[in-house]
């Protein structure tokens, strides 16, 4: 409006000043003359004043918007709907209960109850309502002081949960999850029996020893483990506000065991995440260490046992982890199961694997067998194939381990083990500076923008990708300046044979 106004008056000036001039030239009498110019001048310094009020109003009108200008709070949630407008009631489910249960007595009905349990399957199924979990019940309340039911939700674990709300024929089922914080940290634990043991002791997360045995699981003997030993950690740790709820990535760590440092640098290579030591070579080996966690060796290989049922001295050709019945069972690398079933020598329910290298591993003693596995089964290393019991010749639950090299028993504790494909000569330039990042953060403090992040790992992934685009183009490039020499001396030849 300000910037239209400014234009009239700018136009009037102009009108103004053109008719002065005009006048100046007529042949009237110059004392009217005069006077009259004196006159439209004095219009002129009026329009000016005006133009300035004008403006100087705007601005103030301006000014005065600004200030009345509310601040607009965005609204509080939780999961997603404004709480404050409704009653809340919070509860958790009881043993044996189910959705029934749970929304009996709130007005809905049963055919409303079944409607929620019908809704949407993929994202909420009811049968699969655990007792313990929270959930969260909001009322409205109508003009005569009666609750109706609004919002339904429950949590399927710490991060997600589904909202169910109730419209007046309909129901709507959504998920949702919470907002959760990452933080990184750095820890230095020594260790004083086990890495478990360690892990209560500083108080850190338990799934961090997965992760940590996972990495080491083929470097570092976790049933071996000294007072002397230590690990430093690189690991992000995920929080919804206060309550700790998992980790994330694992960013580097040193691990010091029996005199020696084992590195663990994160690096991608053909499209995944491994991690390699300092010299880029995989920390991932053709075995690993024991086909289960949390355990402690109750007796090792040897050629002369005293048996304990038997009671008489023979070979042990194993090694035995004891562990609670039912403890996860994995395949020591990858291959294919050759036997399934009963050994009646005392083995017990019984899995026996073929590797690589003329190897084969053999399981004993175990309480049942994995989902899907049977003879001719294909496992990959670390595979879930059976759980640990007491079946067979057996004192209480153990596994006993086997591990055969041509058909003849060696000490599984002994086996050598060859890394699996080291990183690419193509990429230890870039290996080499995630490294001394890396190091650099486990040995010191250093600056948020010199830590190994995500993003430097996708840019190795864009850098490399871009190389295999500017080297194809110069191959192209090459090819076509090659096929242009080529030409030149056969159009050569044909220009002299024209001209002759």
């Not at 006048?23 to 310094?45: C, P, T």
């Not at 699996?420 to 330039?429: A, I, L, W």
């Amino acid at each position: 409006m300000m910037e239209n106004n400014n234009n009239d008056n700018n136009k009037r000036k102009s009108e103004l000043a053109e008719l002065i001039a005009y006048l100046r030239h007529m042949k009237f009498d110059k004392r009217k003359v005069r006077n009259l110019i004196v006159a439209l001048s004095g219009v002129l310094v009026v329009i000016a004043v005006l133009v300035v009020a004008t403006g100087n109003s705007g601005g103030d009108r301006r000014v005065a918007q600004e200030e009345q200008e509310v601040v607009v709070e965005e609204p509080k949630l939780m999961y997603g709907i404004e709480y404050e407008q409704y009653q809340m009631e919070e509860k958790h489910v009881e043993s044996g209960h189910t959705l029934s249960h749970m929304l009996d007595g709130y007005g809905l009905g049963q055919a409303r109850i079944n409607q929620v349990a019908e809704a949407d399957k993929e994202i909420f199924n009811a049968r699969s309502i655990k007792a313990g979990n929270k959930y969260v019940l909001f009322f409205n309340t109508d003009s005569l002081g009666q609750r109706q039911l609004a919002h339904f939700v429950y949590e399927k674990n710490v991060t997600d949960y589904v909202v169910v709300s109730f419209n007046e024929s309909d129901i709507s089922v959504v998920a949702g999850e919470k907002d959760v914080d990452i933080v990184r940290r750095k820890v230095t634990a020594d260790i004083s029996s086990s890495l478990w043991n360690c892990i209560v002791e500083h108080d850190l997360p338990y799934a961090l020893s997965c992760e940590m045995e996972d990495i080491y699981g083929w470097s570092v003997d976790f049933f071996a483990l000294q007072e002397q030993d230590s690990f430093t950690v690189i690991y992000d740790e995920k929080y919804i506000d206060t309550l700790r709820v998992g980790i994330g990535r694992i960013w580097g760590a040193q691990f010091l065991h029996g005199g020696k440092t084992y590195y663990a640098i994160p690096f991608e290579q053909d499209g995944k995440i491994s991690y390699w030591d300092e010299n880029g070579k995989s920390l991932r080996k053709q075995l690993l260490k024991a086909p289960l966690k949390f355990t402690r060796i109750s007796s090792k290989f040897s050629r002369s046992r005293l048996h304990p049922v038997l009671k008489i001295r023979r070979p042990h050709l194993g090694v035995d982890y004891a562990a609670p019945s039912g403890t996860p069972v994995v395949a020591i690398a990858d291959g294919v199961v050759t036997r399934k079933g009963w050994d009646s020598g005392g083995g017990g329910n019984t899995l026996r694997l073929r590797h690589a290298n003329n190897l084969e591993s053999a399981y004993l003693h175990l309480k049942g067998y994995a989902k899907g596995i049977s003879v001719g089964t294909r496992v990959s290393q670390g595979q879930l194939i059976g759980y640990v019991g007491s079946t067979g010749m057996s004192t209480g639950p153990h596994l006993d381990f086997r591990l055969y090299k041509g058909g003849t028993a060696i000490d599984p504790l002994k086996a050598p083990s060859e890394p699996t494909e080291p990183v690419k000569q193509e990429n230890m330039e870039w290996f080499n500076s995630v490294k001394d990042r890396v190091l650099a953060e486990l040995q010191g403090e250093v600056a948020e923008e010199d830590k190994i992040m995500a993003e430097d790992l996708e840019n190795f992934v864009i850098q490399t990708d871009t190389l295999t685009v500017e080297t194809e183009v110069l191959a192209v490039e090459q090819t076509e300046e090659e096929s242009v020499e080529a030409e030149k001396p056969k159009k050569e030849r044909k220009r002299k044979k024209e001209k002759a």
